[in-house]
């Protein structure tokens, strides 16, 4: 390993600032016996209300879907789009479950970067983005986010919802998330693929540099250790505190093509875009849960931004979060296609 320091690609000074920042509220709000200052980090994740009046052509509803676990989702609705369709358009829109990331134990559907970042993706895809508030680690562990996910599917193909069950098109629905929401979005297209649903159907998995990981220390987690926001010791702490007690990091969870993997060659499982960045320490286990797709037999896509850092795609001041969007669009058209 050389003892230069790395060399990160230029960034703006905004973004620069809010790693910053979030990356200090994630050590300050870590206590030492493996829970999370919860009051302390309300101070630095801000949180967005629900617009029912549109903003640029998209306005916001949450619902709940379980109070007992304070399971609720954002509704991004595109009206833009559904006034430009009309109400004789019989397709539909997409639907895109959205799974946000933090390492399975901070962030939120409501939290400014990802509220912001959904309502981006319903106006310029455009589609219905359903973004899933669910639990977070230590206090729940795995599965209870992936199985809040995998509910907020369920809730959704037996449930009206008003401006969206005559305008979404459920056989049109991808599952989607960020770091550790990839991981769960994973998990949730293998559950889904297992389960009779009564209109919904998930032909697509958008997989946004996805939290994997393992007991090995791939090459990309040793050179870019102290990248921005991913270090080998956050990450091993939100393991530890996500999987089951006593696991370590071959556990399914989070090695899906480790010791403890399952054959996914019989899977149906839905076509896969995994995006990557250059500047991410976890690359070589996304480029690794690719690569074991293509061995499964599974159609997947991968898409690299050599100069991205984890977590590019939520800041507009980035050149490659205006690629990043593209290349959803183009995915989401093409599955969407395929699928007729």
Request: overall charge neutral; some cysteine.
């Amino acid at each position: 390993m050389s003892d230069k320091p790395l060399k990160l690609p230029p960034l703006p000074w905004k973004v620069k600032l809010f790693v910053s920042a979030l990356s200090f509220a994630v050590d300050v709000t870590r206590r030492s016996d493996g829970s999370v200052n919860r009051r302390l980090m309300s101070f630095f994740d801000l949180k967005a209300s629900p617009s029912k009046k549109p903003v640029n052509g998209v306005k916001t509803i949450d619902i709940t879907i379980d109070t007992t676990r304070n399971l609720w989702f954002r509704l991004y609705i595109p009206t833009d789009a559904i006034n430009l369709k009309g109400s004789n358009n019989n397709s539909g829109l997409p639907v895109i479950f959205f799974f946000h990331g933090g390492g399975f134990v901070y962030m939120a559907a409501d939290s400014n970067p990802y509220n912001d970042f959904c309502r981006l993706l319903a106006r310029e895809l455009p589609a219905f983005i359903i973004s899933v508030n669910y639990r977070l680690a230590p206090e729940h562990r795995y599965p209870c986010q992936i199985d809040d996910c995998f509910d907020a599917l369920k809730f959704v193909d037996s449930t009206k919802i008003e401006d969206f069950s005559t305008h979404a098109n459920l056989k049109n629905c991808f599952v989607a998330g960020d770091s550790a929401g990839g991981n769960l979005a994973h998990h949730v297209a293998f559950k889904a693929s297992e389960y009779k649903f009564n209109d919904l159907e998930v032909i697509g998995n958008i997989s946004i540099q996805p939290f994997f990981g393992g007991e090995e220390r791939t090459e990309s987690e040793i050179m870019l250790n102290g990248a921005p926001f991913v270090t080998t010791e956050r990450m091993d702490w939100m393991w530890k505190s996500y999987l089951p007690e006593n696991s370590d990091r071959n556990h399914l969870a989070a090695n899906v093509f480790g010791p403890n993997g399952v054959d996914m060659s019989g899977v149906k499982f839905p076509p896969t875009m995994v995006v990557v960045g250059g500047f991410d320490p976890l690359k070589d286990w996304q480029k690794r849960y690719y690569e074991g797709l293509k061995k499964c037999g599974k159609e997947a896509y991968l898409v690299e931004y050599p100069n991205a850092i984890h977590t590019f795609y939520v800041y507009p001041e980035v050149q490659e979060s205006h690629l990043f969007i593209k290349e959803v669009s183009e995915f989401v058209q093409k599955i969407s296609a395929d699928s007729q």
